[in-house]
Nanobody, 119 residues
Framework: QVQLVESGGGLVQPGGSLRLSCAAS????????MSWYRQAPGKERELVAL????????NYKDSVKGRFAISRDNAKNSVYLQMNSLKVEDTAVYYC????????????WGQGTQVTVSS
Protein backbone atom coordinates (compact mmCIF):
# COMPACT_ATOMS: atom_id res chain seq x y z
CA GLN A 1 0.00 0.00 0.00
CA VAL A 2 1.41 3.35 -1.06
CA GLN A 3 1.43 6.00 1.63
CA LEU A 4 2.94 9.37 2.38
CA VAL A 5 2.59 10.33 6.02
CA GLU A 6 3.41 13.84 7.17
CA SER A 7 4.24 14.80 10.73
CA GLY A 8 5.70 17.70 12.68
CA GLY A 9 3.01 20.31 12.24
CA GLY A 10 1.61 22.32 15.10
CA LEU A 11 1.15 25.74 16.64
CA VAL A 12 4.15 28.06 16.77
CA GLN A 13 4.67 31.74 17.47
CA PRO A 14 5.85 34.12 14.76
CA GLY A 15 9.60 33.84 14.40
CA GLY A 16 9.60 30.25 15.54
CA SER A 17 10.63 27.06 13.76
CA LEU A 18 9.11 23.73 12.82
CA ARG A 19 10.46 20.69 11.00
CA LEU A 20 8.03 18.72 8.90
CA SER A 21 8.71 15.11 8.01
CA CYS A 22 7.20 12.94 5.30
CA ALA A 23 7.68 9.20 5.43
CA ALA A 24 6.91 7.12 2.36
CA SER A 25 5.94 3.47 2.22
CA UNK A 26 4.96 1.14 -0.60
CA UNK A 27 7.35 2.74 -3.09
CA UNK A 28 10.92 4.02 -3.29
CA UNK A 29 11.28 7.79 -3.17
CA UNK A 30 14.76 7.87 -4.70
CA UNK A 31 13.35 8.02 -8.24
CA UNK A 32 10.75 10.64 -7.40
CA UNK A 33 10.88 14.42 -7.23
CA MET A 34 9.65 15.26 -3.75
CA SER A 35 7.78 18.44 -2.92
CA TRP A 36 5.97 20.27 -0.17
CA TYR A 37 2.78 22.13 -1.01
CA ARG A 38 0.53 24.14 1.23
CA GLN A 39 -3.06 25.28 1.19
CA ALA A 40 -4.42 28.09 3.32
CA PRO A 41 -8.17 28.49 3.95
CA GLY A 42 -9.89 29.90 0.88
CA LYS A 43 -6.76 29.69 -1.24
CA GLU A 44 -5.44 27.32 -3.86
CA ARG A 45 -2.79 24.76 -3.08
CA GLU A 46 0.67 26.13 -3.88
CA LEU A 47 4.13 24.69 -4.31
CA VAL A 48 6.44 25.62 -1.45
CA ALA A 49 9.60 23.63 -2.11
CA LEU A 50 10.85 20.88 -4.40
CA UNK A 51 13.88 18.61 -4.43
CA UNK A 52 14.77 16.60 -7.50
CA UNK A 53 15.66 12.94 -7.66
CA UNK A 54 18.51 13.34 -10.15
CA UNK A 55 20.92 15.63 -8.32
CA UNK A 56 19.03 16.84 -5.26
CA UNK A 57 18.70 20.37 -6.58
CA UNK A 58 16.05 22.47 -4.89
CA ASN A 59 13.55 25.14 -5.77
CA TYR A 60 11.48 27.37 -3.48
CA LYS A 61 8.54 29.69 -3.55
CA ASP A 62 9.92 33.23 -3.42
CA SER A 63 8.26 34.08 -0.11
CA VAL A 64 10.01 31.21 1.74
CA LYS A 65 13.50 31.51 0.23
CA GLY A 66 16.11 31.87 2.94
CA ARG A 67 13.67 30.66 5.62
CA PHE A 68 12.70 27.13 4.52
CA ALA A 69 14.94 24.23 3.53
CA ILE A 70 13.86 20.99 1.91
CA SER A 71 15.98 17.86 2.23
CA ARG A 72 15.65 14.17 1.54
CA ASP A 73 17.03 10.95 2.99
CA ASN A 74 16.57 8.20 0.44
CA ALA A 75 17.86 5.60 2.87
CA LYS A 76 14.93 6.45 5.14
CA ASN A 77 12.51 6.97 2.24
CA SER A 78 11.75 10.38 3.68
CA VAL A 79 11.71 14.08 2.91
CA TYR A 80 11.83 17.00 5.31
CA LEU A 81 10.99 20.69 5.42
CA GLN A 82 12.81 22.85 7.93
CA MET A 83 10.86 26.05 8.47
CA ASN A 84 12.51 28.95 10.27
CA SER A 85 11.43 32.54 10.95
CA LEU A 86 7.83 31.51 10.52
CA LYS A 87 5.26 34.16 9.70
CA VAL A 88 1.52 34.30 10.23
CA GLU A 89 1.07 34.00 6.48
CA ASP A 90 2.78 30.60 6.54
CA THR A 91 -0.29 29.20 8.26
CA ALA A 92 -1.70 26.40 6.11
CA VAL A 93 -2.09 22.68 5.72
CA TYR A 94 1.19 21.34 4.36
CA TYR A 95 1.16 18.39 1.99
CA CYS A 96 3.92 16.07 0.87
CA UNK A 97 4.01 15.12 -2.81
CA UNK A 98 5.97 12.54 -4.76
CA UNK A 99 6.02 12.70 -8.56
CA UNK A 100 7.90 11.05 -11.41
CA UNK A 101 7.51 10.94 -15.16
CA UNK A 102 9.75 7.99 -16.16
CA UNK A 103 9.43 5.11 -16.75
CA UNK A 104 5.77 5.95 -16.18
CA UNK A 105 4.03 8.92 -14.67
CA UNK A 106 2.95 8.44 -11.10
CA UNK A 107 2.10 10.80 -8.27
CA UNK A 108 1.24 10.44 -4.62
CA TRP A 109 -0.03 12.84 -1.96
CA GLY A 110 0.01 12.75 1.80
CA GLN A 111 -2.96 13.62 3.96
CA GLY A 112 -1.49 16.92 5.15
CA THR A 113 -0.34 18.38 8.45
CA GLN A 114 -1.59 21.66 9.92
CA VAL A 115 0.88 24.46 10.58
CA THR A 116 -0.48 27.41 12.52
CA VAL A 117 1.64 30.49 13.17
CA SER A 118 0.03 32.72 15.74
CA SER A 119 0.86 34.73 18.82
Amino acid sequence: QVQLVESGGGLVQPGGSLRLSCAASGFTTSTYAMSWYRQAPGKERELVALITSLDGSTNYKDSVKGRFAISRDNAKNSVYLQMNSLKVEDTAVYYCNARRWLPSKSEYWGQGTQVTVSS
